[in-house]
């Protein structure tokens, strides 16, 4: 058997891309799907358990503003603080704030997407307060200067050995690539970072409107030390996480886990409502909750786009997904990945920053398939490339004015027989002046910006000839 099993051309890429990074990939995506199926196929009531998921996330859209403010008003009610954040600026500089207040030098922070989008560590490092990761991924790509590659799994394209070396040159000691050495190494050095730091900083899976409860889903602890040691706790959670009720939680909680990682549930479950009690033992003097809109109220208006809120970050689109499995979450371009990447990040940033994103996918379906809650991903792809080509109530087209003639020209050349037939004739022609081997590694604007990343593979053959000979040969072939 191959040692890059499903990666096509992979010896080509390997001149544009580290060799390591999409076997690694796909070796772990692998494991998740066959984890899910195994975990899914339990429940024989699955499907209806989504479709109640996505009825719940649908009915919590439409009704945001009641459960937001029902949320503020539990978590007021049991001494916490409540901020609310307009932009990435603001959720920074309110967490700042608070830090500067309590004179923290040093916050330890659980794995959180809030604030990989809003940059919060570099934020807080600017401003002289040492941000530590605890999560082993988020404290494996931190030290690696990195950001996440996967919603779940941030370093699931680094290997044991990557993870060696990285401890090695960054932690100045002779890490061997073992994971269980490599993940004891970790745990010494964050154990003292929990007992010095000022400041626990999180993110959060879910906020419970009924009682004002933080939900957070983890399979390490360090999630509980950041929450508890810490006399002060800042969570930050986008104001798409709120949930009605308990209830809502239990079918959340059985679909995550097991669309996750394949677990029936994960190691820890917490629950955090308020700051420490009067009398209690445990938990933060002060919690404050910082609720980031960031764009958020804008995507609400669109009633196609704003299904992406129904999301509960589990990752399992991404490793069923064949362009995320061979590009690796880094060629998306922002902190979240694969098809959730591709249908939020362009909403979020505006199409001038990620056009390209709704084009990044064969349309295949297979992510909508697996989606616990039922986002229709390809929908929300075809109506966002819509935008982008053509523009909408929200924005207007972003496509550069090449690309509108490139497509208006393929467009004619599709409907037009004979200029059909001479475009198939000339293009494997203009090919070949830039062909080298098997691939065309360096292509003129407009393909150049592809081939920049990695070889294309050059056109060959209509689609009219290819079905000549394959139908041909159908007709010699008495068994067909
Ligand atoms: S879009 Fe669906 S499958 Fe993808 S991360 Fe969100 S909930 Fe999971």
């Known amino acids: 058997m191959s040692e890059t099993p499903n990666y ?164 100045d000691l002779d890490a061997p690539s073992d994971p269980v050495e490599l993940a004891r190494i970790a745990r010494e050095v964050l154990r003292e970072r929990f007992l010095d730091a000022e400041m626990g900083i999180s993110g959060g899976n879910f906020l419970i409107a009924e009682t004002g409860t933080l939900v957070m889903v983890t399979n390490e602890g360090n999630g509980r030390m950041v929450t508890t040691l810490p006399d002060l706790h800042v969570a930050v959670v986008g104001i798409d996480k709120v949930i009605p009720d308990w209830e809502s939680l239990t079918v959340f909680l059985k679909l995550l886990a097991r669309s996750a990682t394949g677990q029936k549930l994960s190691t820890y479950t917490q629950f955090i409502t308020g700051p420490r009690r009067e009398n209690g033992e445990f938990g933060p003097k002060e919690f404050h909750l910082v609720l980031l809109d960031n764009g958020r109220s804008n995507v609400l208006k669109d009633p196609v786009g704003r299904e992406v809120f129904k999301c509960i970050r589990c990752g399992a689109c991404a490793n069923v997904c064949p362009v995320y499995k061979n590009v690796g979450g880094f060629a998306y371009g922002w902190f979240i990945s694969g098809p959730i990447g591709a249908i939020l990040s362009p909403q979020m940033l505006g199409t001038q920053a990620a056009r390209e994103l709704p084009y990044a996918s064969t349309l295949c379906g297979a992510c909508a398939e697996v989606c616990p809650v039922k986002i229709p991903i390809p929908t929300i792809l075809r109506h966002l490339r819509r935008r982008v080509a053509q523009g909408d109530e929200v ?66 053959a209509d689609f009219r000839a290819w079905w000549r000979k394959e139908h041909s040969k159908d007709e010699k072939d008495p068994t067909q």
Not at 154 to 159: F, I, N, R
Not at 404 to 426: E, P
Not at 428 to 446: T, V
């Open 8 to 171: 096509i051309g992979f010896e080509e890429y390997s001149e544009h891309v580290p060799p390591g990074i999409p076997l690694a990939v796909q070796q772990a995506t692998t494991r998740f799907v066959s984890g899910r199926a195994a975990r899914v196929s339990e429940l024989p009531h699955w499907e209806e358990l989504r479709q109640i998921g996505s009825d719940i996330r649908l009915h919590t859209i439409e009704n945001m503003d009641v459960y937001l403010t029902r949320l503020e008003e539990k978590i007021l009610a049991t001494g916490g603080h409540v901020h609310w954040a307009e932009t990435a600026e603001d959720a920074n500089r309110i967490v700042l704030q608070i830090a500067r207040e309590h004179n923290v030098k040093t916050a330890v922070k659980s794995k959180s997407m809030a604030t990989e989008e809003i940059g919060l560590n570099h934020a807080l490092e600017r401003a002289g307060i040492q941000a530590i990761e605890t999560d082993l991924g988020e404290y494996i790509i931190q030290l690696a200067g990195t950001g996440p590659s996967h919603i779940i799994v941030p370093a699931v394209h680094l290997k044991k050995e990557d993870v060696a070396d990285i401890f090695s040159e960054k932690l």
């Open 395 to 460: 924005e207007a087209a972003t496509l550069p004015v090449p690309l509108r003639a490139t497509a208006g020209l393929a467009a004619l050349a599709l409907s037009q027989n004979w200029l059909y037939r001479f475009g198939t004739r000339l293009l494997p022609a203009l090919m070949s002046f830039f062909k080298r081997g098997n691939w065309i590694s360096k292509a003129p604007y407009p393909l150049s910006r592809w081939t920049k990343a990695r070889p294309l593979p050059p056109f060959t």
